[in-house]
């Protein structure tokens, strides 16, 4: 789905605009100009939006129809624009050897775009935007999770900001709160933990246009929860994520635990933590201060990481516990 409305260009650079930084406002005088990744830009009508507002734009795209155009807009101009074939969920893939695009490494392409690694509490080195595919889409969500846990692949730049379009059935699960059956999942405790999480704008699916020979895209339908629009979600990554005992290097265990929690949600924690072989699982929990009763699906996302930093100051607690199955959710994710 591309955007090809100007009008909701208009509305989608407005969003973009807001916290836009660097530089003192868009298009005003000197100084740098805020500098924005787009991926599969299409038509290039938002790219053009953009560009009209002072943004710096590196265009990422891999549809061989749209890049001819994209091409002749970025010489048409003067260093405003990069256009980069490539697909931006086919970045850092698990291959041997020199990439062919559209696979692009993230490495290459931060350089290209003269974006240096900061800090992860400094500010938010880069801001992406782009239309999250349907195919996959949970997928997709999980891996950049994953990425984002693990500081690698565009994460191992910093805080990287992306402004994505996503199904509301999505964004209902991201948003969802403790013991809203069946929408509060795994993904819903990593993300909330891991990202600050900002609705910008709401638009119906039929205000996108698709490139599809037949001219539509099916408007999926979902029985549990609505699914009428698409969702433009700002995901900052939380700059105090790795206070306490959970890093980069155990974050992958951190996942397995919460995805592993959700297997049966409904489950009383004390069973799931005498599961791990937790003998003292009664002290513990008081200690910090959750209900012995207390079922999976209720506890907040900060719950999960509390108990994670109690489990890895534990005595009868091994990682090595989760290695196989991490190294497995790894596999499959990448």
């Known amino acids: 789905r591309f955007i090809a409305c100007p009008q909701l260009a208009r509305t989608v650079r407005r969003c973009l605009q807001r916290g836009a930084g660097p ?15 787009e991926f599969a830009p299409g038509p290039g009508i938002l790219t053009r939006a953009l560009l009209d507002a002072g943004f710096r734009v590196v265009a990422l795209e ?55 690694a900061a800090p992860w509490r400094a500010d938010v080195p880069l801001k992406i935007f782009g239309i999250v595919p349907h195919q996959l889409e949970r997928n997709r969500l999980w891996r950049l999770l994953f990425a984002m846990y693990e500081c690698s692949s565009i994460y191992r730049y910093g805080r990287v900001e992306l402004n994505l379009f996503i199904s509301e059935k ?31 704008h709401k638009e119906p699916w039929s205000s996108f246009a698709t490139n599809l020979k037949n001219g539509g895209l099916a408007i999926p339908k979902t029985a549990r929860v609505p699914n009428d629009h698409l969702c433009l979600v700002r995901l900052t990554p939380q700059q105090n994520l790795f206070t306490g005992g959970l890093k980069p290097s155990n974050a992958s265990t951190f996942i397995f635990m919460v995805k592993q929690s959700f297997a049966k949600p409904k489950s009383r924690l004390t069973d799931r933590l005498n599961s791990w072989s937790l003998d003292n699982s009664g002290a513990l929990l008081k200690a910090l201060e959750i209900p012995k009763n207390a079922a999976m699906c209720n506890l907040y996302p900060e719950d999960y990481k509390r108990l994670f930093e109690a489990l890895q100051n534990s005595d009868m607690f091994a990682e090595t516990l989760f290695h196989d199955e991490v190294l497995a959710s790894t596999k499959i994710m990448n």
């Open 23 to 37: 530089g003192p406002g868009l298009g005003h005088g000197p100084g740098p100009q805020p500098l924005l990744l």
């Open 62 to 116: 891999s549809n061989s129809d749209f890049l001819t155009d994209l091409q002749s807009l970025e010489n048409s101009l003067d260093g405003q624009l990069k256009v980069i074939h490539g697909d931006f969920f086919r970045l850092d893939p698990l291959t041997k050897g020199a990439l062919k695009p559209p696979a692009v490494s993230s490495d290459k392409l931060f350089e290209t775009m003269g974006v240096a």
């Open 170 to 200: 999505e964004y209902t699960v991201l948003t969802a709160k403790p013991g809203e059956s069946k929408i509060y999942q795994a993904l819903t405790v990593l993300a909330q933990l891991g990202f600050e999480i900002e609705l910008l």
